[in-house]
């Protein structure tokens, strides 16, 4: 999912790393709402776990690679808004200190990953919470559906980017049909470890998941 540099033209990447930046600038102002002492540390915890999830990597096509994203793990239990900072963050040192994705590239990542896989992702496992019962079982199932859809929907939003502004020498189809083949499977797997970290928590530490309704606690 790590987008090289030279693989998406100027202006498309100008274009998308605007709105990840109007993104990050929004998610400040909104987790600062919610943003305490047990949230703070909670929040590292989770960007070391992501860190570590996403330096595995699995090349895809013409210098891309698929892996497992953490956004939606990362908003279900430290809230959404505080979720996309930290997988800006996570991307942000991937691309400065190991080269991991292109620094002209940084925009388009954070919007792949940030915007589109944790508050696209979080949106998803809001709907869902909404339709399935509010216990342990449900916001598990919530949040593992969500996380694997937003895999998906994260590589669809770099196949549009590549639609868009490619430079990288392959056609779009090519592109778009690796990336959401690959990230089909990767999806499953991030459904499955989302819904287990979830699941732990939630029987452990429910309060420490965003928002836990009360019905948690007994379900």
């Known amino acids: 999912m790590h987008i090289p540099d030279g693989f998406i033209n100027v202006p498309t990447s100008v274009g ?32 070391a776990f992501v860190f570590a999830a996403q330096m595995v990597n699995f090349p895809v096509a ?24 930290v997988i800006t963050v996570v991307l942000i040192v991937q691309a400065f200190v190991f080269s991991d994705g292109g620094l002209s590239a940084l925009g388009l990542n954070v919007f792949n990953m940030a915007v589109v896989g944790a508050l696209g992702g979080y949106l998803i496992y809001s709907l869902l919470g909404r339709v399935l019962p509010s216990t342990r079982t449900g916001l598990t199932v919530a949040a593992g559906v969500a ?72 379900g």
Do not use: K, N, Q
Not at 62 to 85: D, N, R
């Open 147 to 218: 996380a694997g859809t937003s895999v998906v929907l994260a590589a669809l939003a770099f196949s549009l980017e590549y639609a868009i502004g490619g430079a990288g020498g392959a056609s779009a189809g090519t592109v778009a049909a690796a990336m959401v083949g690959v990230h089909l499977l990767i999806g499953i797997g991030e459904g499955l470890i989302t819904g287990l970290v979830v699941g732990a928590v939630l029987s452990a530490r429910p309060d420490l998941v965003y928002r836990t309704p009360l019905a948690v606690a007994h």
């Open 62 to 85: 013409a210098g891309t690679s698929g892996h497992l994203l953490g956004g939606v793990l990362a908003a279900v239990l430290v809230g959404p808004w505080l979720g996309s900072i």
């Open 16 to 47: 998308f790393g605007a709105a990840s930046a109007g993104s990050l600038w929004f998610s400040l102002r909104r987790a600062a709402d919610y943003l305490d002492d047990r949230r703070i540390p909670l929040a590292g915890l989770v960007a």
